[in-house]
């Protein structure tokens, strides 16, 4: 079965380091997202994203988030200078057809500010 | 925009107990509906989804929820649960047509006691 697989699972960093995050979605898939889940909070809307630009986004992807999917095939998410509330765990999704409207999660990369 | 409502924070049940999770959603028109499962140290999962038909659909591991369109509800339900269902439960919806993002409620924690 086609999956969502994202790197790394784990990464630590110091506050105002940059941290890339990616994703690799389901081949034919033309919808991505990413969202974050706070430690013991519920799962918030980063971004999507649609035809290689951003579609919405929500007042938590700030100027410090980026994405891009340089190549066709990653989808990254790009936090140029990080705080330690961005700790958390970052789930990159993919979404085929919109009128289905299931998304497909990766496995999480958890990051950790320090 | 639309949002979503689990009243319940933390059920601790039971093996073999009967479960029923609350989920409520504010929007006026046609939506999808899915409850994702969270198991500790994983990733999202989907559990079960509803876009259309039968209102009361059956998902993987013995999971059922009925969409009632007057109560705006989607409530998850299993008759008898194990302890591997001990996990993190999320309602979410999306609306329907063209592309929209995916909201989630602030998820259930399911614990239960052998």
């Known amino acids: 079965e086609p999956e969502v697989t994202q790197t790394p699972s784990h990464q630590v960093t110091q506050m105002g380091q940059e941290v890339i995050l990616r994703c690799v979605p389901i081949s034919n898939h033309l919808y991505f997202y990413w969202y974050r889940q706070i430690l013991g909070q519920k799962v918030e809307f980063l971004v999507s994203f649609y035809n290689n630009e951003i579609s919405e986004k929500s007042e938590i992807f700030d100027d410090q988030f980026s994405v891009e999917r340089p190549d066709g095939s990653n989808f990254t998410l790009k936090i140029r200078s990080t705080k330690l509330e961005d700790s958390a765990m970052y789930f990159c999704?993919?979404?085929?057809?919109?009128?289905?409207?299931?998304?497909?999660f990766g496995e999480g990369s958890r990051l950790t500010v320090l | 925009a639309q949002s979503v409502s689990q009243h319940n924070h933390h059920v601790i049940l039971s093996e073999a107990a009967s479960l029923e999770l609350g989920c409520n959603y504010s929007?006026?028109?046609?939506?999808?509906l899915f409850w994702y499962v969270q198991y500790p140290g994983q990733h999202l999962q989907l559990l079960l989804k509803y876009f259309s038909g039968d209102p009361l659909v059956k998902g993987i591991k013995g999971f059922e929820a009925e969409f009632i369109k007057s109560k705006f509800s989607f409530n998850l339900r299993k008759p008898s649960v194990q302890w591997s269902d001990t996990a993190e439960y999320f309602c979410a919806v999306i609306r329907s047509g063209g592309y929209q993002k995916v909201t989630f409620g602030t998820g259930t924690k399911l614990q239960v006691i052998p």
């Open positions: 929007y006026g028109g046609t939506v999808n």
């Open positions: 999704a993919s979404q085929g057809l919109a009128s289905t409207g299931e998304l497909f």
